[in-house]
Structure formats: structure tokens, C-alpha cells
Nanobody
Framework: QVRLVESGGGLVQAGGSLRLSCAAS????????MGWFRQAPGKEREFVAA????????YYADSVKGRFTISRDNAKNTMYLQMNSLKPEDTAVYYC??????????????????WGQGTQVTVSS
């Protein structure tokens, strides 16, 4: 079994920055790709960013491109999301996810096998 634990969320003013972490554990942890998703109140969960674990190739939603940076530390089994120039519309619960049986659709929730419990990010105007 794989366990994912997010941390780093909080309250920040518009224009500020936060860095989220996702720590993975479990004997079977061997992701092909990992991702960040977010869910705002009353909205569906949406893709934010993804990273291929071995190559480090990255993918972003248009809404965060140029402001957010996804990265990983393979030795620590940890993924990060550096969020800069935050906007009130970035307010959401942020979830990390791991996919060990990749089928090519990294933006889809159904692609991922494991999920964290989420961390709240609130951006005030």
C-alpha cells in the first residue's frame, strides 16, 4: 500500500507564495507519474500539475503555468509544488496523487491510483 501525505498549505495574501509537499511511503511505491489536483468549494476537482517520476518531465494546467512549479526528490520520495503570485482563485484544497499504471491521461482523476488527504490553501485578496 502507498500512503501520500500533503503539507505546507495555509493562508496567504494575494501575490504571495506557498510551497506544498507530498511525502510518499509504502513498500510498493513506484510511481510512473505524480500529480497535484485542487478542489474549490462547490467545484469539481481539477488538474494542476504533474511530473514523471523518472524523467522529471512536467505538465501544467494553463491557469497555473508560469506561476507554479512542480518538482520531486526521488531520494526522499517527496513531490513539491512551489506556488508563486497566488491569486484568490487559487483557493482550494490541494491533493497529491500517484499513478503506477500510467495510461497517458495525466489530467484525469481516474488515472491516479493513490491520493493524499489534501491540504487547504487560502489566498486572501
Amino acid at each position: 500500500q502507498v500512503r501520500l501525505v500533503e503539507s505546507g498549505g495555509g493562508l496567504v495574501q494575494a501575490g504571495g507564495s506557498l510551497r506544498l509537499s507530498c511525502a510518499a511511503s509504502g513498500r510498493t511505491f513506484s510511481p510512473y507519474i505524480m500529480g497535484w489536483f485542487r478542489q474549490a468549494p462547490g467545484k469539481e476537482r481539477e488538474f494542476v500539475a504533474a511530473i514523471k517520476w523518472s524523467t522529471g518531465s512536467t505538465y501544467y494546467a494553463d491557469s497555473v503555468k508560469g506561476r507554479f512549479t512542480i518538482s520531486r526528490d526521488n531520494a526522499k520520495n517527496t513531490m513539491y509544488l512551489q506556488m508563486n503570485s497566488l491569486k484568490p482563485e487559487d483557493t482550494a484544497v490541494y491533493y497529491c496523487a500517484a499513478d503506477q499504471n500510467y495510461s497517458g491521461n495525466y489530467v484525469l482523476i481516474s488515472e491516479y491510483d493513490y491520493w493524499g488527504q489534501g491540504t487547504q490553501v487560502t489566498v486572501s485578496s
